[in-house]
């Protein structure tokens, strides 16, 4: 039996760049809504309750990182956040607005709708969440149901795919993870993504943990968690 169709709703100014993203998505079978602008978008929400938001960083009345935090309170949408510029992906991904991916333009269009499926995919209830564990790796303490990562007892706040990564990484000690199979595990892409988006994500983890992440580089090939340095004397 067919489901409901599921509606994506595409915040972009530039009209072209808004008309091919929705020609695509249509034709992978969403339904699509468009808004020029951020205010709209906001009200947009509330009256067709999309099941995923395409939302450019760079508007002309609300910047895209204002709109997704107005969003996150009171609303759990996924969305996929558009920037012109690799320099804004620290922006989006450092701030804690909660965006669920990223891509650069210009994009390819069957990425687009690649990752759209997988967010989709990932947002189902029972595939949302691992089942509620606690890890702990010398000072670093993380807790899958609650999705809370404490440092010497200390939160730590992590954006959604900051948080997935470091479970992934955590959960598999021992064994080195490519950055293929991070995007496949942790962003759910079944083809060659842009890998970018895991060096990314790796260098904010370790900036907000600091001295506590565990995350060790393996030069051409990906990336594995180190030994916890206070393994001896921990309790």
Known sequence: MAGKTQTILVVEDEA??????SLYLKNAGYSVRTSSTGGEALKQVIADQPAL??????????????????????????????????????????????????????????????RVKSI???AVPERREPQ??????????????RREVHVDGKDVQLAPKEFD???ELLDHRGL????????ERVWGYTFAGDTRTVDVDVRQLRRKLG????????WGVGYKVAPARDAAVSA
């Open 132 to 145: 509620e564990r606690q890890l702990k790796h010398g000072q670093l303490e993380i807790d899958a149901g």
């Open 176 to 183: 080195v993870l490519t950055r293929d199979q991070l995007l």
């Open 211 to 218: 001295d506590a992440s565990p995350i060790v580089t393996v």
């Open 53 to 114: 938001i395409v939302l450019d960083l760079n508007l002309p009345d609300i910047d895209g990182i204002e709109v997704c935090r107005r969003l996150r309170k009171n609303a759990d949408v996924p969305i996929m956040m558009l920037t012109a510029r690799d320099e804004d992906v620290d922006k989006i991904i450092g701030l804690e607005v909660g965006a669920d991916d990223y891509l650069t333009k210009p994009f390819n269009p069957r990425e687009l709708v690649a």
């Open 120 to 122: 989709l995919r990932r």
């Open 16 to 21: 072209s760049i808004a008309s091919f993203v």
């Open 165 to 167: 990564l470091l479970w």
